[in-house]
């Protein structure tokens, strides 16, 4: 019997699993191909807030983005690297927000004229993870098991998952694959993400956003990412992915930043990353549609719906739809859903999975 049980192991949930050993707890992970193996093993998880004028999704990620990097400096520096972030304008309206953003941010921004860059731009302190080896120290002292989670049973109240392995808690944090639940207010956007890490001589000391994501220059190596593709599915799609369009788009979109020399790629990263359809993330429990709607719909079909009188699953929950930016969300909505699992407190309306379902019954 295991205190909790983890589905997917990627930044999300290994982020989940690292709370839950911290407390003592005993964990299981598990995927259905390995420790990131797909969407955040592709990232090339920049720590980054989001550039943009208010909204909740930007004061969001801000308070991730302080959370976070502090979060990885404390208990991951060697997997942590420091670094500086430019984020470059890509047209006019994002010139706006940065002008917006400079002047509204509480956080350090460094002097305009220290890089020679004639766009609209914002240079911070911030970092990058190594993703694959960070999600495999922040499982550590979790058992981890490579299958394919295809049977979710509750009974005598624990949860039994394939027939064999028995769990208090189950976390669900499957990215944008086909879900263990029967759910039909739970639908995520899947967008695939290609990165690579190339050889070149051309110098680059800072992270840089533009039209694409590039890391420093570390030993004539770089890496360069995107979340690009929004048509490809690996579970829907009909051809494979192209790897070597992906490649030369990739190439593309970065030369029109820096100019590129002597370029060699080395490898490449892809995997499906996952965001929801209001581009908040979806943290906690997991409304029982079926059961709710039999209690019939008056306390649904309301300008603001009381969340606490639906009726949910038991001890199960969710962590999903960080899109882009899954390797600064995951740390702090981890601690949240840990604190709301372990402490009781209270995860925000605007988060819960159950908005879904409100907005699907209202639907019709």
């Not at 709370?19 to 005993?26: D, T």
């Not at 409304?287 to 719906?305: A, D, Q």
């Not at 639906?310 to 601690?335: D, H, S, T």
């Amino acid at each position: 019997m295991y205190d909790i049980a983890i589905v997917g192991a990627g930044i999300n949930g290994t982020s989940v699993a690292y709370e839950f050993i911290q407390a003592g707890k005993k964990v299981i992970v598990f995927d259905k191909d390995a420790i990131a193996a797909g969407g955040s093993g592709a990232a090339g998880a920049f720590i980054s807030p989001k550039f943009s004028k208010a909204g909740e999704l930007k004061e969001l990620i801000h308070d991730a983005f302080v959370y976070s990097t502090d979060f990885y400096e404390k208990n991951f520096p060697n997997i942590y690297n420091k670094t500086r972030l430019i984020h470059i304008a890509k047209d006019e309206k994002d010139a706006e927000d940065l002008k917006y953003y400079k002047t509204h941010t509480s956080l350090k921004l460094y002097d305009q004229n220290s890089v020679n860059i004639d766009q609209e731009y914002v240079s911070i302190d911030s970092g990058i993870v190594d993703a694959k080896n960070m999600c495999e120290a922040l499982c550590e002292g979790a058992k981890f098991k490579q299958e394919n989670i295809s049977s979710l049973v509750y009974e005598d109240s624990y949860w039994v998952l394939n027939d064999i392995y028995a769990a208090k808690e189950v976390v669900l944090a499957t990215g944008a694959y086909k879900s263990l639940l029967n759910e039909p207010c739970i639908k995520l956007r899947g967008v695939w993400g290609h990165r690579i890490d190339i050889k070149t001589s051309t110098k680059n000391e800072n992270s840089i956003h533009h039209f694409v994501s590039m890391s420093p220059n570390n030993g004539g190596v770089m890496a360069i990412g995107a979340t690009h593709n929004v048509h490809y599915h690996p579970e829907t799609s009909k051809e494979e992915y192209d790897l070597s369009y992906g490649r030369v788009e990739l190439l593309e979109k970065a030369t029109r930043t820096l100019d590129l020399t002597d370029v060699e790629i080395i490898k490449d990263y892809v995997g499906l990353r996952s965001g929801s359809f209001d581009y908040l993330p979806l943290l906690g429990r997991i409304v029982n549609s079926h059961e709710t709607l039999e209690c019939g719909e008056k306390n649904i079909r309301v300008k603001k719906p009381d969340f606490e009188k639906f009726i949910y699953y038991p001890n199960l929950y969710m962590i999903n739809g960080n899109g882009g930016y899954g390797f600064v969300l995951a740390p702090y909505l981890a601690k949240k859903l840990a604190d709301y699992i372990l402490k009781g407190k209270k995860i925000e309306d605007m988060l819960s999975p159950a908005r879904f379902f409100a907005r699907w019954v209202k639907r019709g």
